[in-house]
């Protein structure tokens, strides 16, 4: 199987947009949104819809809003508890919309793997954080919290969208740390 250079980048663009979601579920999909409207990405044909103005407009509304409603603690909480599963849901749909010239099962089978679980993972981890934030803090915390995620989502799909390997590196560094993290928390036994 011979992959063609467009397609690797692809998956690279998708790879640093689903692990965009996972700071925030909507930035991703707006930043890709615009791309896609000013004509810099092209999307599968069943995902050109995310390139028209009202989806632009509908996904510029919900990013201010989702980034707004992060910065009133305990509110962010609740949000957290939505947004896991909307991150994988989003994820794949990141994937699936950017990955170029693949057989459908294989661009099917990358989006659910690589961008929902990379998406859900990363949500996960940012929903332990403001949690853990929230407990030590009483929520004072919370916006630094989410400025740094709300700062790691813009940053992560600006790399995406200019240029994908350099988010694909961002990305395997966000999961190294958070793997790290995850290690020392985790109980001893």
Known sequence: ??????????????????????????????????AAYL?????????????????????GVATIVEIFAYFIPWVDNALDSIAIPMAGIAGTAVMVSTVANLDPVVTWSLAIIAGGGTATAIKGANA??????????GGLANPLVSTLETGAAVTVSTA??????????????????????????????
């Open 128 to 137: 332990a954080g403001r949690l853990t934030s929230s407990g030590t803090t």
């Open 1 to 34: 199987m011979n992959i063609e250079p467009d397609t690797i980048i692809s998956i690279f663009l998708g790879i640093g947009l689903a692990a965009s979601v996972g700071f925030r579920v909507f930035l991703p999909l707006f930043a890709l949104s615009f």
């Open 160 to 189: 995406s969208i200019l240029v994908p390997p350099i988010a694909a590196i961002l990305v395997i560094i966000i999961l190294f740390i958070i793997f790290r993290i995850y290690r020392k928390l985790r109980p001893k036994k």
């Open 39 to 59: 004509g810099v990405w092209d999307l599968n044909a069943n995902w050109q819809w995310i390139g028209s103005l009202t989806a632009l407009i509908a996904l």
